[in-house]
């Protein structure tokens, strides 16, 4: 049982940058995939991040240069660097978790989710 915990979103102006935490209960998340995705009203759960056990990571083409997925294996906790936010970047932000060798970019790969987080940018 992992139970994630997201926190750190806000509202920030554009060019902005928040670090948002996935923080988790239960199992460590050090052999687990764990990724982020975000959902804006009307539209579709998409993928925004994943980190493997391994450390390898992979990013959402909207995102790539902009955003880093890490882990602090000692604290049980990932984190989402996201920077030079833009307005389209405004979502519910949620922290998912899944055993490895899962297709990282699909929601229903993945067991375990937090509650959410709101990041608001603003134009």
């Known amino acids: 049982q992992v139970q994630p915990v997201e926190s750190g979103g806000g509202l920030v102006q554009a060019g902005g940058s928040l670090r948002l935490s996935c923080a988790a209960s239960?199992?460590?998340?050090?052999?687990?995939?764990i990724s982020w995705f975000r959902q804006a009203p009307g539209k579709e759960r998409e993928f925004v991040a994943t980190?493997?056990?391994?450390?390898?990571?992979y990013y959402a083409d909207s995102v790539k240069g902009r955003f880093a997925i890490s882990r602090d294996n000692a604290k049980n906790t990932v984190y989402l660097q996201m920077n030079s936010l833009k307005p389209e970047d405004t979502a519910v932000y949620y922290c998912?978790?899944?055993?490895?060798?899962?297709?990282?970019?699909?929601?229903?790969?993945?067991?375990?989710w937090g509650q959410g987080t709101q990041v608001t940018v603003s134009s």
């Open positions: 998912a978790v899944a055993s490895g060798g899962v297709v990282y970019s699909r929601t229903s790969e993945y067991t375990y």
């Open positions: 239960g199992r460590t998340l050090g052999t687990y995939v």
């Open positions: 980190i493997t056990s391994g450390g390898r990571t």
